[in-house]
């Protein structure tokens, strides 16, 4: 069946940088892109953007501009997520999710299990 | 503040049917399709309701979607207590050029 299987919870203080992965099965890569959601403790869901898996086209979220880079490795049909220059409030459950290859907007369907990042001093 | 706006809580006892509301704009709702996702406690998301009203295999059709406008209803009947559960919308916002989501609406069953 599709899995999306993220990597282990980070800890890292603020101004470093956090790389997070997610390893991809059960379906061909580079027919679905990649959306990453994360979640601050308490709060709701946040999108925070998009690769096309076929081509590496990406579209972040204009909050996030500047210090997010998404990447993919059809290789181990892995994408990674990688925000840079961390503050306190970026301490979330980072999820990724199959999304579609088009522009056009679909669903988040299935969801990787999360990966907690803790940004504190 | 989200740019979709559901109400923080909801509540039902067994088997009544209860609904979650979901306002957007022209920009979101008004213009594309409308998701739900249900989050049980201490897990990831699951999308419930896709394209306004479709349900993925494996959801029974105690759930319903519907959308008019630039406002979007999640319906739940028969209302069991593993349905407790923080339910969220979502549909992508032409302006914004990304994904919005509602800001949750957690689910009690008496």
């Known amino acids: 069946q599709v899995q999306l299987v993220q990597s282990g919870a980070e800890v890292k203080k603020p101004g470093a940088s956090v790389k997070v992965s997610c390893k991809t099965s059960?379906?061909?890569?580079?027919?679905?892109?990649i959306s990453w959601v994360r979640q601050a403790p308490g709060q709701g869901l946040e999108w925070m953007g998009w690769?096309?898996?076929?081509?590496?086209?990406?579209n972040y979220a204009q909050n996030l501009q500047g210090r997010l880079t998404m990447t993919t490795d059809t290789s181990t049909s892995t994408a990674y997520l990688e925000l840079r220059s961390l503050r306190s409030d970026d301490t979330a459950v980072y999820y990724c999710?199959?999304?579609?290859?088009?522009?056009?907007?679909?669903?988040?369907?299935?969801w990787g299990q999360g990966t907690l990042v803790t940004v504190s001093s | 503040q989200s740019v979709l706006t559901q109400p923080p809580s909801a509540s039902g006892t067994p088997g009544q049917r209860v609904t979650i509301s979901c306002s957007g704009s022209?920009?979101?709702?008004?213009?594309?399709?409308v998701n739900w996702y249900q989050q049980l406690p201490g897990t990831a998301p699951k999308l419930l309701i896709y394209?306004?009203?479709e349900r993925p295999s494996g959801v029974p059709d105690r759930f319903s979607g519907s959308k008019s406008g630039t406002s979007a209803s999640l319906a739940i009947s028969g209302l069991q207590s593993d349905d407790e559960a923080d339910y969220y919308c979502?549909?992508?916002?032409?302006?914004?050029?990304?994904?919005?989501f509602g800001g949750g609406t957690k689910l009690t069953v008496l």
């Open positions: 999710a199959r999304d579609t290859l088009t522009t056009r907007p679909k669903w988040f369907d299935p």
């Open positions: 059960g379906y061909t890569f580079t027919n679905f892109g």
């Open positions: 690769i096309n898996t076929y081509n590496d086209k990406t």
């Open positions: 022209n920009s979101n709702i008004g213009r594309n399709i």
């Open positions: 394209g306004n009203f």
């Open positions: 979502a549909a992508w916002d032409d302006s914004l050029n990304g994904w919005m």
